[in-house]
Each structure stands twice: as structure tokens, then as C-alpha cells.
């Protein structure tokens, strides 16, 4: 708490700085102090000694919180209030002061408030005008400071003084920092105005006796008021130790807000720290599935390639297969054409075989069918997981929290679905080497024919038999005028044709 007090004239300016000790001496050090400069002739503030008050004017600021205001003020009222009804004179004095009387008291009337009209008598030596509680004219108006203005009581008159560097106290519409009022000005404070008066110089009731009942007035007065500002002392030491606790708590407090503060300070710097790593890693992870999904569909592609060139390399075996067989077909038409009668029994088992042959074509054809279709829609579900992955990774843009998760699953389903291209694959490679074999047995079983029809023309040299026609297969007549050799080679041959069935049936 800062007070500074100086005196009218500005020549002399003191601030004291002091703390409120839980004792009752430290208020009246400071009122002693406080009275000390502003009566120089009282020699302390609760002895018994006679008081002399000081014959100029003074002014004081009060530099604290407004919750304090109220009972700081109150005090130097009191005391002044006091130190002006301590008008006791010693008896050299009152030889040299015999003339001396109090001047008539100010009355301000309110010309511009909440009450026009109403009087304000000012009593006591100091009167503070501003929006605090405790001011004695308490003025309720944001543009009022707390303090704004004090009155004081001088020989001269009464002095009213602006406590702030401001133009809110004016004296007959001009703005003024200190002035002494006069009857008929107009002081103004803010949007307030008073008319100012005095009252006439006079005696009263308690100047017209005697002088010791009045001398025995005072002192029960002074002991009434002493009664008073002690209790009023012991209020506000209660009040500075409740204010001293409360301050005590309240940086306890600020020290544990301040730990807490720093705690989660660090502990969100430590959480920062963690998330930038953790988004590095994310980043990093994420380079590195590209990485591999790259990597795959490059493999998916090349596997791709290869199975449309198995394919091709298919459907070429298979027509050559065809052109194969039809030549095969055609020689054998041609060599039983050449035959005999006697070999149309052969060569109706060889039609039957044709035939034979010609379902197990059309078997393998619906096969070669199949195998297409499968390989269609086995291309078709590839296209169809390239579009999901496109769509996935469109996605994976906006859903990073479920790449791990779909890139798992779809790396299942690519497994499956390698495992199938291969599982495919080995299929297409069992079905070429059974094509190949079915390809050396029917090799192998036409040279047989060959060798077999050479060693039968070679053993019948002399007979020849006219060559059927093929429309007339199934109606001619066999021959019956064939020599004892030549029917022991028919036996021969009926032989080999039925054991050719059983190969066939067997293949």
C-alpha cells in the first residue's frame, strides 16, 4: 500500500511504503507518521499532550485496491475529523490567539444529480467526492474515478483539489487542478454539478458555554471517537490477517498452477514429439506398401502375359492337333479303300473308331470349352480385382487408418488368387503332356497300321481285291471265293483290329 502526501503548494511530496504487520502498533506507527507530517505541532496521535493544528492547506492521494478504499479512507478522515475537533488551545497560545474563529461551514446544493435540489453540508476538515463506497459524497457514474476530488477545510476557505490528471473537476466551466470555492461558483465533478454557498459565521449552541463544560464535551467526544477508531482498529487488523491468509493461499495457489502448467506443458511437447515420430513411421510404411503393391502388380502383370502366351501356344498344339488328325483320318479312308471285301468287317470296326474318335473330339473341344470359360472368368474376376484395387487405392487416400487392414485382406485374396493361376497352370501343364502322350500313341499306332498293312501286302502279293466304295461300305457283300491263305490272314487281321479296340478303348 502506497500513500503520498503533500501539501498544497506541490513543494513537498513523501510516499510511504509499508506492509500491514498483524499488530495494532504498526496502525498507530502510521497514523502517528500520517499526523506527524500533516499537524507538525501534534506530537503524537493517541497521547494525552495538548494539540496545536497546523495553519496551511494539504493534500493526499491514495494509491491502493478498490476493495481497500473504503476503510483506508475512513481512517484519515477520522483523523483528521479528529485533529480538527482537537481545537484545545494551552494558555500561552490563547493570549496570542484570542481573535481566532472557525469559518462558516460550506453547503454545496446539487444543481445537475439523481436529487436536484438537495443540500450536502460538508462537516468535517476533508470531504472525498468519487464513486468508492466509502467517499463521502459518493457520486455513481462510470465516467467518476474512485477518489476523484477531496475538499478541504483551509483559513482561507474551503480548497477542493483534483486527484487525477484529468479534466473532470471543473470550476465555473473551466477545468482546474486545485481551487478555493467561493459563494455563487459552480463545481462541476464528471456530469455533477453543485452550487456553492456559505453558511453565516456564527456561534452555536455548544460555543456558548462555558468553556469548561465545553472542554468536558470534547474529551468525552475524543474518548468516544478513541473507542471508536480502536474498534475500528481491531476490525481491520482481523481484516489485514484474513487478507494476509487469503494472499498466502492465493500464491500457493499461482505455485501450483504454475507446476501444473509446466507438467502439461511438457507433457504435450513429449505427445507432439511421439505424433510427429509415429506420422514418420506411418509415412515411411506407407512408402513401402507402394512399394510392394508395385512391385505385385508388375508380377501380376508379367503372370498375365505368360498365361495369354500359354494360350496362344495352346490353341496353336490344338490346331495342329486337328490338322493331324484329319490326315490321319483321310490316309487311313484312303488305305481301306484300297482294301479288299474282305476287310469290310475291319473297316466297319474302323468307322466305328472313327467315330469313337470323333466323340472323344467333341468331348475335348466342350473341354477346350470349358477351360476358355474358366480362363474368362478367371480374367474377368483379375479385371474386376484391378478395378478394386484402383477404387482401394483412391480410398486409401482418405481412410489412412484402414490401409493395414484392406491391404492384409487384399493381399489374402491375391494369394488365392496366385495360388489359383498356378493350381490353372500346373492343369494346363498335365493337359500337354496327356496331349502329347495321346500324340506318340496315335503316332506309334499309325506306324503300326503301316508296318502291318506293308507285312500284309507283302505276304499277299498275288491277291488283289477291288477297292470298296465308301458310299457302299455298310452294304457290300463280302467275298467268299478267297484262298486258304489269304483266310488265315483275315483271321490274322480280325485279330489285330480287335486288339487296336482295345488299345483305343484303353487310350
Known sequence: MYITVANASGSERFVFDFVANASASAYSSVANLLLGFLFPHIPKAFSNSPVYRRQHTFTFHLHKRRSSCYWLSSLVDNFLTLSARMQVTSPKSMAGQADYGRPGQCILKVINGKNPGTIKTLTSAVTLLGEEKGCDIRLNSPQIEQLQCVIVETPQGFMVRNLYDCDKVKVNGEAMEQAVLHTGDELSVGPFSFYVEY????????????????????????????????????????????????????????????????????????????????????????????????????????????????????????????????????????????????????????????????????????????????????????????????????????KATTREIDLLHREKELSAKLSLLDHNQLILEQNEKHWNTYLTRLKLEEEGLEKRILNLREKLPDCYWPLPNTDSVATHQPIFNIPADAAALMIQLEGMASHLDDQRLVL
Open 199 to 398: 453558511a453565516e459565521a456564527g456561534m452555536s449552541a455548544q460555543q456558548k458555554l462555558a468553556p469548561e463544560d465545553h472542554l468536558e464535551e470534547e474529551r468525552q467526544a475524543l474518548r468516544a471517537q478513541a473507542a471508536g477508531v480502536a474498534a475500528q482498529q481491531s476490525a481491520l487488523l482481523q481484516e489485514e490477517l484474513r487478507l494476509l491468509q487469503l494472499e498466502k493461499a492465493l500464491q500457493e495457489k499461482e505455485k501450483q498452477l504454475g507446476l501444473h502448467f509446466q507438467e502439461k506443458h511438457l507433457r504435450q511437447v513429449q505427445i507432439q514429439r511421439t505424433l510427429k515420430s509415429r506420422f514418420i513411421k506411418l509415412k515411411q510404411q506407407e512408402t513401402a506398401l507402394i512399394g510392394t503393391m508395385k512391385k505385385q502388380q508388375e508380377n501380376l502383370l508379367s503372370q498375365t502375359d505368360a498365361a495369354r502366351f500359354a494360350q496362344i501356344r495352346y490353341e496353336k498344339l490344338r490346331n495342329k492337333l486337328k490338322s493331324r488328325k484329319k490326315t490321319i483320318a483321310r490316309r487311313q479312308l484312303a488305305i481301306l479303300a484300297t482294301r479288299n471285301t474282305a476287310i469290310d468287317e475291319s473297316m466297319a470296326k474302323l468307322s466305328k473308331e472313327y467315330e469313337h474318335i470323333v466323340k472323344e473330339r467333341k468331348s475335348l473341344a466342350s473341354a477346350q470349352e470349358l477351360f476358355q470359360s474358366t480362363c474368362e472368368t478367371e480374367n474377368r474376376k483379375l479385371k474386376e480385382s484391378y478395378d478394386q484395387l484402383d477404387s482401394e487405392q483412391q480410398q486409401r487416400s482418405f
